[in-house]
């Protein structure tokens, strides 16, 4: 999981170093996984993991290249898992939401507060991907601590007080949103509805 960062505004950045920085971040997971590959395809069988970060689904300000490597990362593992799980090469991105503290096998790593996530656990994650069955391969897992506070999940019960709330214009909510298959189609309706008043409420026409 080689990575590099340039941090600071975009304006200020030097190309060159921005380049480097996309090379071993994103170029260089690229002639890794080519070369693997070329070698997997002979076995007939292989598993190919790589190692993402926050960045690689949210960027942030100020550290656009790092989002930029990560993103790309992503994106590399997302097409060659298409391409190659056919072909019995599993690819699997394992997108890391967090701190990482120190293991516990070397005594007290301070993080009994579950604050950060556990090098151990992460190991424990990556062997159980490792070992999926092959009638359920997945291509992406994400892990973070518990102490993450979660998005509101959007439902047909914290629907109900965004509609009502939607004339309040300093209301801007973080949704998810989900329906299942059978209320699908009735509340995705209702949910269009309602994003629709929220968006009117927060930047109505004049």
């Not at 920085?21 to 007939?44: H, N, P, S, Y």
């Not at 689904?57 to 100020?62: I, L, M, P």
């Not at 009994?112 to 997945?138: R, V």
């Not at 518990?146 to 914290?158: A, G, R, V």
Request: charged content about 15%; overall charge positive; proline content about 5%.
């Amino acid at each position: 999981n080689p990575s590099a960062r340039v941090r600071g505004p975009v304006g200020n950045l030097d190309p060159i170093a921005v380049k480097k920085a996309l090379d071993i971040t994103c170029f260089g997971a690229f002639l890794v996984a080519q070369e693997a590959t070329k070698r997997m395809l002979k076995a007939g069988k292989g598993s190919i993991f790589f190692t993402g970060a926050t960045a690689g689904v949210k960027g942030f300000a100020n550290s656009s290249v790092f989002a930029m490597g990560k993103f790309g990362l992503r994106g590399l593992a997302q097409s060659l898992a298409r391409e190659l799980h056919p072909q019995n090469i599993h690819i699997g991105h394992f997108v890391i939401d967090g701190g990482i503290a120190g293991s516990k096998f070397f005594g007290d790593n301070g993080n009994s507060d579950n604050s950060m996530l556990d090098p151990d656990e992460i190991a424990k994650t990556y062997l159980s991907f490792y070992n999926q069955d092959k009638s359920a391969w997945s291509w992406e897992i994400e892990l973070r601590t518990s102490q993450i506070k979660s998005p509101t999940i959007l439902n047909s019960e914290t629907l109900k007080p965004l509609v009502v709330h939607a004339g309040e214009p300093n209301l801007i909510p973080d949704v998810i949103i989900g329906f299942s298959v059978s209320n699908g189609i009735p509340f995705l309706l209702q949910v269009i509805f309602a994003l629709h008043k929220l968006s009117a409420a927060r930047f109505p026409f004049t």
